[in-house]
């Protein structure tokens, strides 16, 4: 029997890209898409769904026959910041629901991604450590510290087998930016693409954490598809791509279109971004089910160039 695979929070940026490398592996199927929202231009199965209501989730589960559950969604980082208590609300609300209907419902694999977000001032800047002090700078990383903690007790107290990467900044261009710090390096592309001067909200030397979706997606599949025996990490695995800074992804976007201008206004989220590390130490991923990235920042600069550029084309067709 193959597993018939829940993933909320479809319309974000990751769910947008695993959906479709999800129907590649088990089938179209035998993939649910979900979200608060309606999606564009979704032609597989979809239900409408409030992950903070358990009733809701539970009756998609029975309906489906559901055996994994990829649950997606969350309020990142700037935009929790906006508000919060609603920020920690929802994010807590929909991770505790998806862990208890997986409890009730039996289900064989739960994913629940972590941040970066979760480190802060006294993680250490430089290849952050898997147990590294969490010390979290915004709602949005102290709803991942307590929902990192939440999945340990559900796999310790209850055998749930849940499992969790520390995704760093991702750049895809499936999507637009969905309210993160690391946003700024997938909305310039859509501006150099464009011809438009982009106005970045960190400092030029603001180094981060990144990783190309490709990467991400493949990590994921990677840790979900692993032997149980292997994870030996229940709160969260620390996972790294690649670290740049906006200087040096500017540069490397010149190399491509040389007429490309941008200029630095730092906001808010400078102070967010000088929290986090600039690199992460993600040995125990490498080590357990062998995880290695792909995508160096040139690679990664060229690939989104030559999807955007697919996609600007095919949306001018009349």
Not at 103 to 124: M, Q, T
Not at 209 to 224: G, N, S
């Amino acid at each position: 029997m193959k597993d018939k695979i829940l993933v909320i929070g479809a319309n974000g940026q990751i769910g947008t890209a695993l959906i479709p490398f999800l129907e590649e592996i088990y089938g179209e199927g035998n993939v649910i898409a979900s979200d608060i929202n309606n999606p564009v231009n979704y032609t597989g199965v979809f239900e409408h769904l409030d992950a903070t209501k358990a009733d809701n989730l539970s009756a998609v589960i029975k309906k489906h026959d559901i055996t994994q559950i990829y649950h997606l969604a969350a309020i990142l980082s700037a935009r929790g910041e906006a508000d919060p208590v609603w920020a920690w609300n929802i994010n807590m609300q929909t991770s505790l629901s998806v862990l208890q209907a997986a409890r009730e419902h039996k289900l064989n694999k739960l994913f629940i991604p972590s941040s970066i977000a979760v480190f802060g001032p006294s993680s250490g800047k430089e290849m952050t450590q898997q147990n590294a002090c969490l010390e979290p700078s915004t709602v949005y990383g102290v709803s991942k510290v307590a929902t990192e903690n939440w999945c340990s007790y559900y796999y310790h107290k209850y055998g749930i087998d849940v499992r969790s990467l520390r995704y760093p900044g991702v750049v895809s261009h499936q999507s637009m930016p969905g309210g993160g710090t690391t946003d700024y390096a997938v909305d310039i592309f859509h501006k150099a693409i464009n011809g438009e001067k982009y106005t970045c909200y960190l400092k030029p030397d603001t180094a981060l954490p990144m990783i190309y979706i490709d990467d991400a997606l493949r990590a994921t599949i990677k840790l979900m598809e692993a032997p149980k025996k292997k994870i030996t990490v229940r709160t969260s695995y620390n996972l790294a791509g690649l670290s740049f800074t906006p200087d040096g992804l500017y540069q490397n976007i010149k190399n491509i279109t040389s007429s490309f201008e941008m200029e630095y206004q730092p906001d808010f989220r400078q102070a967010i971004a000088d929290s986090w590390p600039g690199s992460i130490d993600d040995s125990i991923a490498r080590n357990d089910w062998e995880w290695q990235p792909e995508f160096d920042l040139s690679r990664m600069s060229r690939d989104m160039f030559f999807h955007l550029a697919k996609h600007k084309a095919f949306a001018s067709q009349p």
